[in-house]
């Protein structure tokens, strides 16, 4: 009986997750440009998959297809193992949490063992990828006047709540490249090590003062004198 109940339980997750897939597939279908002018890449929130579609406004700033195409081959790498990973571990507790066999201290001690996972795994994601967003912000957007975020702890609010499981909303959960208010130009600047500036010694000269000249005979002028 017990092994029905978890199979079922299991059976209801998945189909959960198939409903919600389909729906989070055509959100994230591709990029969209906001109102304020900032730019939405969604992520799929079951697959953890970056549409690869180019957003053609970024041609204003020279962003080409091959370097858009490759963020978002390194996101994916990122994201679709660690998302997979976290609904392995949602089957698991699902099906664990169903066993009859389990008395309550052993069940809440792997449900929290289940929970430290599922933190784990997303602190992981996000971590992995403000790596390639510091990447990306300091060699391409931030030169061009943009600077690129994740709104990843969304995810985990929802998450929490079991909102993708469940039929809740999903809130926009992706990269957001804002415009910053202007292009940031980046110089670089090899810092050498002043030499420390000694003093001279100043040496004084005295100079004889030179007897004033005479005025040449015949000229106007003060008389001369003679010492006695």
Request: glycine share 6%; aromatic share 8%.
């Given at each position: 009986?017990?092994?029905?109940?978890?199979?079922?339980?299991?059976?209801?997750?998945?189909?959960?997750?198939?409903?919600?897939?389909?729906?989070?597939?055509?959100a994230?279908?591709?990029?969209?440009?906001?109102?304020?002018?900032?730019?939405?890449?969604?992520?799929?929130?079951?697959?953890?998959?970056?549409?690869?579609?180019?957003?053609?406004?970024?041609?204003?700033?020279?962003?080409?297809?091959?370097?858009?195409?490759?963020?978002?081959?390194?996101?994916?790498?990122?994201?679709?193992?660690?998302?997979?990973?976290?609904?392995?571990?949602?089957?698991?507790?699902?099906?664990?949490?169903?066993?009859?066999?389990?008395?309550?201290?052993?069940?809440?001690?792997?449900n929290?063992?289940?929970?430290?996972?599922?933190?784990?795994?997303?602190?992981?994601?996000i971590?992995?990828?403000?790596?390639?967003?510091?990447?990306?912000?300091?060699?391409?957007?931030?030169?061009?006047?943009?600077?690129?975020?994740?709104?990843?702890?969304?995810?985990?609010?929802?998450?929490?709540?079991?909102?993708?499981?469940?039929?809740?909303?999903?809130?926009?959960?992706?990269?957001?490249?804002?415009?910053?208010?202007?292009?940031?130009?980046?110089?670089?600047?090899?810092?050498?090590?002043?030499?420390?500036?000694?003093?001279?010694?100043?040496?004084?000269?005295?100079?004889?003062?030179?007897?004033?000249?005479?005025?040449?005979?015949?000229?106007?002028?003060?008389?001369?004198?003679?010492?006695?």
């Open positions: 009986m017990g092994c029905c109940m978890a199979s079922m339980a299991t059976n209801m997750m998945e189909n959960a997750y198939a409903q919600q897939g389909q729906i989070a597939a055509q994230a279908q591709q990029p969209r440009q906001l109102a304020t002018g900032d730019t939405l890449v969604p992520m799929n929130y079951i697959t953890g998959e970056y549409p690869s579609v180019y957003p053609s406004w970024f041609n204003q700033q020279q962003i080409t297809t091959q370097t858009w195409t490759q963020l978002i081959q390194a996101l994916n790498q990122v994201t679709m193992p660690a998302l997979a990973q976290s609904k392995a571990n949602s089957l698991n507790m699902v099906n664990d949490a169903m066993k009859p066999t389990l008395n309550v201290n052993t069940a809440m001690n792997r929290m063992q289940y929970q430290a996972t599922q933190m784990q795994i997303q602190q992981q994601l971590e992995a990828t403000d790596r390639i967003l510091l990447s990306y912000n300091q060699q391409l957007f931030q030169p061009m006047g943009l600077q690129a975020t994740s709104s990843y702890s969304a995810y985990a609010t929802m998450h929490a709540q079991g909102g993708y499981a469940y039929g809740g909303m999903a809130p926009q959960i992706g990269i957001m490249i804002k415009k910053t208010q202007q292009p940031q130009v980046v110089y670089v600047v090899q810092q050498g090590q002043q030499a420390p500036v000694q003093q001279q010694p100043v040496q004084v000269v005295q100079v004889q003062a030179q007897p004033q000249a005479q005025p040449p005979m015949g000229t106007e002028g003060p008389p001369a004198y003679t010492a006695q």
